[in-house]
């Protein structure tokens, strides 16, 4: 049998994981959604030729018999209430990142999930499923570039709309480095900095674009990451570890290499959909399978709490300009 799915929310990776769910995935259904759009929920599910009603809202939807499971791909804001209510029900739920917008609302869904008493929730950090970054981690755990010191990383994307503010720096975008970098080193972080090169003039008026990350973990290593959401030229993620005996990079996605006109070149990718379209599949195969299974895993409502800890100190350091220390809460022995 089926997983019933129901969707909150269908912009665009609501969109994307509706697809995915229905024509890509094995397992899965999806049988409900809604959006704060209705007109644009019922458009959907015209366009993508799936069996599914359209709930009036995300509580409706939660409530509903039929649905078995609930993935939450509304605005970030919303998040937490729509988590929170899935846990009442007792319904498992995969939430896109954030988990809620304040480490106090990630705190108040790892105690409700705590209350339950099994996990119920999926955190979608992407990364941590990429084949790139698992043999990047690889490579890390055999010991082979020794322990990690130093690691210096990019997250480019070509451009971003008006809304885009500079504290989203840290809550939509450097928020999948928070995530996975930690998942990475296995380690966590003692305190971050944020410093501003000179501002792109591709950037809106509004928004301090490039912003230099500065984290330093519990073990002493101590990392870079340039977040530059204007850079024009594509979506570009980077990754390099310096070790003590070698260095390890983020493999570049998989393009056709090509000689032509005088050139030796590759594609670089423009949209963020493209460059882990396996690794939310991958994602999402998991949640079904650890549902129809009884055992919910991959990243969980802890690493999401972490994340937003960690994202709080880097809005404050955005702000102060000074280095922020964090102190991260010893994880329970409810998250292993
Ligand atoms: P989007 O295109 O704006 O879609 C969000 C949808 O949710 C919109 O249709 C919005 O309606 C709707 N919505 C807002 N509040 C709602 C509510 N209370 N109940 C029901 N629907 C509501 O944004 P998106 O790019 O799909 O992003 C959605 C979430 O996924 C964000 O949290 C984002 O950070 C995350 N995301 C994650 C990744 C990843 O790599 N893992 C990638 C992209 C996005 P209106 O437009 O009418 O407000």
């Known amino acids: 049998?089926?997983?019933?799915?129901?969707?909150?929310?269908?912009?665009?990776?609501?969109?994307?994981?509706?697809?995915?769910?229905?024509?890509?995935?094995?397992?899965?259904?999806?049988?409900?959604v809604?959006?704060?759009?209705?007109?644009?929920?019922?458009?959907?599910?015209?366009?993508?030729?799936?069996?599914?009603?359209?709930?009036?809202?995300?509580?409706?939807?939660?409530?509903?018999?039929e649905v078995e499971a609930v993935l939450v791909t509304?605005?970030?804001?919303?998040?937490?209430?729509?988590?929170?209510?899935?846990?009442?029900?007792?319904?498992?739920?995969?939430?896109?990142?954030?988990?809620?917008?304040?480490?106090?609302?990630?705190?108040?869904?790892?105690?409700?999930?705590m209350a339950h008493g099994k996990r119920l929730v999926q955190v979608g950090f992407m990364r941590p499923y990429d084949s790139g970054y698992r043999a990047l981690k690889a490579v890390i755990d055999s010991g082979q570039i020794g322990e990690p010191l130093m690691l210096h990383c990019a997250h480019r994307n070509p451009r971003v709309?008006?809304?885009?503010?500079?504290?989203?720096?840290?809550?939509?975008?450097?928020?999948?480095?928070l995530d996975v970098l930690r998942w990475l080193l296995a380690d966590d972080?003692?305190?971050?900095?944020?410093?501003?090169?000179?501002?792109?003039?591709?950037?809106?008026?509004?928004?301090?674009?490039?912003?230099?990350?500065l984290l330093e973990t519990a073990r002493g290593t101590r990392i870079d990451v340039e977040v530059f959401v204007n850079c024009q030229y594509g979506y570009d993620i980077q990754c390099e570890v310096v070790g003590e005996t070698g260095i390890a990079r983020l493999p570049e996605p998989s393009q056709v290499q090509l000689r032509s006109e005088a050139k030796l070149s590759n594609a670089i990718l423009m949209d963020w959909k493209d460059r882990f379209i396996a690794a939310y599949d991958v994602?999402?195969?998991?949640?079904?399978?650890?549902?129809?299974?009884g055992q919910v895993g991959g990243p969980s409502a802890w690493d999401g709490y972490a994340a937003a800890v960690a994202a709080d100190?880097?809005?404050?350091?955005?702000?102060?300009?000074?280095?922020?220390?964090?102190?991260?809460?010893p994880r329970p022995a409810f998250y292993g």
Not at 46 to 54: H, M, Q, Y
Not at 283 to 293: H, K, N, S, T, Y
Not at 313 to 329: H, R, T, W, Y
């Open 161 to 177: 709309g008006e809304n885009y503010k500079t504290d989203m720096a840290i809550t939509d975008t450097l928020i999948h480095e």
């Open 283 to 293: 994602e999402l195969q998991a949640f079904i399978d650890g549902v129809r299974a």
């Open 74 to 113: 509304s605005w970030g804001p919303s998040h937490e209430e729509f988590v929170l209510a899935a846990i009442a029900a007792g319904k498992p739920v995969f939430c896109e990142k954030p988990l809620a917008v304040t480490a106090a609302g990630c705190r108040k869904i790892v105690e409700a999930e």
């Open 1 to 32: 049998m089926s997983l019933k799915l129901g969707v909150i929310g269908t912009g665009a990776i609501g969109q994307d994981h509706i697809r995915r769910c229905s024509q890509t995935l094995l397992g899965s259904q999806v049988v409900a």
């Open 189 to 213: 972080y003692v305190s971050v900095q944020v410093v501003f090169p000179r501002k792109s003039s591709k950037a809106l008026a509004h928004l301090r674009d490039p912003q230099v990350v």
């Open 34 to 65: 809604t959006d704060i759009n209705l007109a644009q929920a019922a458009k959907v599910v015209a366009e993508l030729k799936i069996a599914a009603e359209v709930y009036p809202d995300g509580h409706a939807l939660i409530k509903a018999p």
């Open 313 to 329: 100190a880097c809005i404050e350091a955005q702000n102060s300009g000074q280095i922020v220390k964090l102190a991260q809460p």
